[in-house]
């Protein structure tokens, strides 16, 4: 027998259980060092005193919501500098954030906001923040960021054992959590901004970065 109400009383409880469910922003991600994240042992060493300084990170997001803000299609690019590897511990850094022209304001507070919330320890101090066309794919065997003319990265999946020396094991793991990961050999990477007393450019092929895809849990 149905009891009076009954309906109304499931209809209630599944609206309370998926409220309490998180959501899902996901996405993709790219990140290169100035340091290998896969070496022997004297490249390791001989970079943790003076390499790895500089890093450059790139996400997409794809699908989900922040703070009542669609994220789809947001692309973010950051360029951090830290005062000492930043492969080691939470050393003082300082950061730069891109992001995307094609965002709306809403879109690109969102982002930022969502970027210092989950990320903020990773991106020490942020100096300053800049809307500029970025360009960002990932594919099977390679990923790309192009920001402006400021900033351009190139990765390809690692090829091992080819791309590194004898007796290399992996050292370091992505900066930001990923749910699939790829090891990559950075091709090219260069910043050409302002923000910073120092550029560079780089296209020595180095096991020194990851992509792949993200998730982030949000209410």
Sequence with gaps: MR????????????????????????????????????GCYCEWSGEGVTGGREATLGWHFTAGEYGGTRMAGVKVAAVIVGEHTLSKGVAPRKSILFFDTAASKAQRQAAENLLRER???????????????????????????????????????????????????????????????????????????RDFNQQWEVSEPTISGYYGRFQLATR
């Excluded at 998926?18 to 100035?34: K, L, M, W």
């Excluded at 794919?137 to 999946?157: F, I, P, S």
């Excluded at 690692?158 to 699939?180: M, S």
């Design 119 to 193: 990320h903020g320890e990773l991106l020490g101090e942020i100096l300053n923040v800049h809307t500029v066309p970025i360009q960002f794919q990932r594919e099977a065997d390679r990923a790309t960021l192009r920001v402006g003319e400021l900033l351009t990265l190139t990765l390809r999946k690692a090829q091992l054992p080819d791309d590194a020396l004898q007796g290399a094991i992996l050292w370091y793991d992505p900066f930001v959590p990923l749910t699939e990961s790829t090891l990559a050999t950075t091709l090219n990477t260069k910043y050409q901004g």
């Design 3 to 38: 009891l009076p109400g009954m309906s109304i009383i499931v209809v209630l409880l599944a609206t309370v259980l998926c409220a309490q469910q998180p959501s899902q922003i996901v996405g993709d991600y790219i990140e290169a060092r100035s340091n290998h994240v896969y």
